[in-house]
């Protein structure tokens, strides 16, 4: 009697498993049609390998009917859902083609970075930056301590730069070798109480040929109309700018999101960086785990050509920066 109240016991546990991953497999796939539901997409990456295990422990380890086919039904349907979220972006991973950019005079590199509100290791972070030398550097978490601990070395690798310092989101930075001014829709506060949840830093970088930078940091996806309504203002702030562009940060999405691939087409933006994990990075946490989620992406438009995309040293940071080499104008792989 005992061990058939366990076996019942863990068919249950076991069928309860496979409902909740199959369901929020299913919830992400129908967020096209009711967006709060969105939210489960971003654990696409998790759900999708769970309910193929699950698939295969059911068909292995099921013997009796209904339990066997109601259970495999579930989990084929979960496994389907999550594989039309998970495939398209795989498909464009491996179609993404891009520019081997040979370093030269008309090559560029920018780097996007999370260096994160309780990071303490200003050197680690400085050294982190130091090492890519990157033309244009933009930062999210950048906090006014941290501020007053790397402008003075940062300033001499880059001496130009623009900051938001205040607000849920507005802690940012933007550092270049090249004059910048502010663009008609930069929207940046300096109040360490003002309650804008939507901060932009928008630029024109007067290089030789002069390109348009832009950077934000989004709030998590859930509550979902929150960040949807971030992400609406920052779409009708890059549709008001002209010419190249490159727009990157923490977006706090991930690509299987549907919010993310709607700013993108909304923006008329091309992905620089496909399948790079930025989060988390070690040792922020209390056991080492590999990166698992891209939250941070690196955005372009107009003749804007980028190279490779690459992870630099996390700094100390939760995230891992993302670096691309690029060029405005001209082609630099010739």
């Known amino acids: ?3 058939q109240g366990l076996l019942s016991i863990t068919k249950f546990i076991f069928a309860s498993g496979v409902f909740f991953v199959s ?11 009711l967006w709060p539901l969105d939210a489960f997409n971003h654990f696409q990456p998790i759900i999708f390998p769970i309910s193929l295990v699950l698939f295969l422990v059911s068909a292995i380890f099921a013997r009796r009917q209904p339990f066997r086919g109601l259970v495999l039904s579930v989990c084929a349907i979960g496994f389907v859902a999550s594989s039309l979220v998970i495939i398209p972006e795989f498909i ?4 993404y083609k891009p520019v081997r950019i040979q370093q030269s005079d ?20 400085f050294q982190s930056v130091k090492e890519q030398d990157p033309d244009v550097l933009l930062i999210q978490e950048y906090w006014r301590w941290h501020r007053e601990g790397l402008e003075e070395r940062l300033s001499k690798l880059m001496p130009y730069s623009v900051h938001c310092q205040g607000g849920k989101r507005s802690f940012l930075g933007v550092y270049s070798k090249y004059p910048l001014k502010k663009l008609s829709v930069h929207n ?8 804008q949840r939507t901060s932009i830093i928008a630029v024109e970088v007067q290089d030789e040929i002069p390109f348009n ?4 940091h989004f709030d998590w996806p859930i509550p979902a109309e929150r960040q949807n309504a971030q992400m609406q203002v920052v779409v009708d702030a890059l549709n008001g700018i002209d010419g190249p562009m490159l727009f990157g940060g923490d977006f ?11 700013l993108v087409r909304k923006s008329g933006m091309r992905r620089a960086v496909w399948l790079m994990p930025t989060w988390p990075a070690p040792p922020t946490y209390p056991f080492d785990m590999p990166a698992w989620l891209q939250l941070d992406h690196i955005l372009s438009r107009g003749n804007v050509v980028t190279g490779v995309p690459f ?10 920066p993302l670096v691309v080499d690029f060029a405005v104008g001209k082609d630099p792989s010739n």
């Open 106 to 125: 008309t090559s560029r590199r920018l780097m996007t970075f999370n260096i994160y509100a309780k990071n303490e290791d200003l050197e680690g972070l």
């Open 23 to 33: 369901l929020s497999a299913i919830a992400g796939f129908l967020a096209f049609a």
């Open 1 to 3: 009697m005992k061990s």
């Open 311 to 320: 992870r630099g040293q996390n700094g100390g940071s939760d995230h891992f």
């Open 213 to 216: 930078v832009v950077t934000t």
């Open 252 to 262: 706090n999405s991930t690509p299987f999101s549907y919010a993310f691939k709607s």
């Open 188 to 195: 940046c506060i300096d109040s360490i109480s003002a309650e």
């Open 92 to 95: 464009g991973a491996f179609t």
